[in-house]
């Protein structure tokens, strides 16, 4: 007995049929979009056809709704390239993305790759607050708790802000009066000044027991998808455990993983820095 397939419903063909074009059209927006990437100002028709291997006919059709909805734009060539629609779309993920979430990965790969504590803090006014902070089991427990602040002044992480941030930042956390928190804090307006200079050069901020006694540490700055500064990563730990001369290989280190948290969070400017840094 021949075995006979069920019938259809009546919606099964017009579902699938749109499903189909979804794709095809979800297609055709990524290839658009790559050669976007790539530095090219639009594609013709007849390059999206033999991409997608169809006819021209067909990528008018899908290209039309994507047209009318902004999403793609015709070019005056006759080609296609992305839309204001495209560009709003993508901005309100950007904009979804939250820091903390992005990060975490990153810091608890890097305290368990060195055995010290990580931080991410956000700033606030002239301060830093702590928003996440990751330990291994072989790390030295630190004072420092998830909502503490302190002023930018004896951090690094605040002098990585300072550094990356906007320039008149600078100017009003040498408004507020410089408190020393150890002997090595630096109270001096002129030498604090300078080492912003140096952090802004070598890309990592160092506190070197600026802060507490026996900590020394290194922070680098993290940006967003508009490529401004919205808080910092760091690496700390006991100086006997974080001996100065470490302190370049391990500052070198923060800088690529806050790099890489700023691609995550949609810095162009980051991801440029992460390609040169790789050839």
């Known amino acids: 007995m021949r075995a006979t397939l069920p019938a259809s419903e009546p919606g099964d063909m017009p579902a699938r ?29 007849g390059e999206l056809a033999a991409d997608l291997g169809t006819s021209k006919s067909t990528v008018l059709r899908l290209t039309a709704p994507m047209v009318e909805n ?11 390239t992305l839309g204001l629609g495209a560009l709003l779309l993508g901005q309100s993920y950007l904009e ?16 368990e ?18 928003v996440d902070k990751v330990e ?12 503490n602040r302190l002023p930018m002044r004896n951090t690094a992480s605040g002098k990585a802000i300072v550094a990356f941030g906007e320039p008149e ?11 020393a928190m150890t002997e090595h804090s630096i109270t001096d307006d002129d030498r604090w000044r300078d080492e912003v200079e140096r952090t802004h050069g070598r890309g990592y901020g160092i506190d070197d027991r600026e802060n507490e006694p026996d900590i020394r540490c290194v922070a680098a700055p993290v940006l967003d998808h508009a490529n401004q500064v919205v808080g910092a990563m760091s690496i700390s730990g006991l100086a006997t455990r974080f001996p100065a001369a470490a302190v370049r290989e391990l500052g070198l280190g923060v800088v690529r993983t806050a790099q890489e948290i700023s691609v995550a969070l949609g810095s162009s400017s980051a991801q440029l820095a992460l390609a040169r840094s790789v050839r």
Do not use: K, Q, W
Request: charge should be positive.
């Open 17 to 45: 049929n749109a499903a189909l074009s979804l794709r095809r059209g979800l297609r055709l927006l990524d290839r658009i979009a790559d050669r976007t990437r790539n530095g090219e100002p639009s594609v013709s028709l």
């Open 70 to 80: 902004d999403l793609l734009r015709r070019t005056p060539d006759a080609g296609f």
């Open 96 to 111: 979804g993305i939250d820091l903390r979430s992005a990060a975490a990965p990153f810091l608890r790969r890097t305290a």
């Open 113 to 130: 790759r060195t055995g010290l504590t990580c931080h991410l803090v956000v700033p606030d006014g002239t301060d830093i607050v702590y």
């Open 136 to 147: 291994t089991r072989g790390t030295v427990r630190m004072g420092s708790r998830i909502g």
């Open 169 to 179: 930042l600078l100017d009003r956390v040498l408004a507020e009066p410089a408190t």
